[in-house]
């Protein structure tokens, strides 16, 4: 049974570019939330998605938006990159069914901002 | 609104020795408490949760967690710290209802000396 898995590993882009990173939650959950680990921090919870639809969000710029897709998978889209976006991204993945107060973290994405 | 609070930024422990990792949340009802270790490079494992009950819970590895209301607090413990042990940790709490989003404390690091 796959846990979550996150794709790609590691991430280079510059200032005032765009990213996408992607996650597919573990098999039997329906509902994703995305977090930022900047260097040295805790994660910050960014926003969740569950039924193709962002029932939460974090205190984060309209910069940072998502999609889920029929399969559950997620993506998240950063635009106009700045430097403090530089972190570990990570996605989690939890189920109505199972109670959805359990989140599975997958391996993140790490992004570098220069 | 909740939030998290892990005093000890590093804790250093004797390998064969016990740990105690500190915890205090803030949340207007009894929450969800999760303890999550970190690896370096690595995303989060969940190591036990609380949800009721049983104040004592037990989590892998030998860790187990005590929630005490009157304190407001969920620390973390071991008997017996193996170097695997050294790592990262973090304490989160997460609402009783409705969608969740955890909300993370800044994270513990543990170093095991020989």
């Known amino acids: 049974d796959a846990g979550v898995t996150q794709s790609p590993t590691h991430l280079i882009k510059t200032r005032g570019q765009q990213v996408t990173l992607r996650c597919s939650p573990k098999?039997?959950?329906?509902?994703v939330s995305w977090y930022q680990q900047a260097l040295g921090q805790g994660p910050q919870f960014i926003f969740q998605?569950?039924?193709?639809?962002?029932?939460q969000r974090g205190n984060f710029p309209d910069r940072f938006s998502g999609h889920q897709f029929p399969n559950y998978s997620s993506e998240l889209n950063v635009n106009a990159l700045l430097l403090g976006d530089s972190a570990l991204y990570l996605c989690?993945?939890?189920?109505?069914?199972?109670?959805?107060?359990?989140?599975?973290f997958g391996p993140g994405t790490r992004l570098l901002v220069l | 609104a909740q939030s998290v609070t892990q005093p000890d930024i590093h804790i250093t422990v004797s390998e064969g020795a016990s740990l105690e990792l500190r915890c205090n949340y803030s949340?207007?009802?009894?929450?969800?408490l999760f303890w999550y270790v970190q690896s370096p490079g690595q995303g989060l494992q969940l190591l036990l949760k609380?949800?009721?009950?049983?104040?004592l819970v037990q989590g892998i590895k030998g860790f187990e967690a005590e929630f005490k209301r009157s304190q407001s607090s969920f620390n973390l413990r071991k008997p017996s710290v193996h170097w695997s042990d050294a790592a990262e940790y973090f304490c989160?709490?997460?609402?009783?209802?409705?969608?969740?989003?955890?909300?993370f404390g800044t994270g513990t690091r543990l170093l095991v000396s020989p």
């Open positions: 989690a993945s939890s189920s109505l069914r199972e109670g959805r107060e359990t989140q599975y």
């Open positions: 098999s039997g959950h329906d509902t």
């Open positions: 998605y569950y039924e193709e639809e962002e029932r």
């Open positions: 949340y207007g009802a009894t929450p969800y």
């Open positions: 609380y949800f009721s009950g049983d104040t």
């Open positions: 989160a709490v997460g609402a009783v209802t409705g969608f969740q989003k955890l909300v």
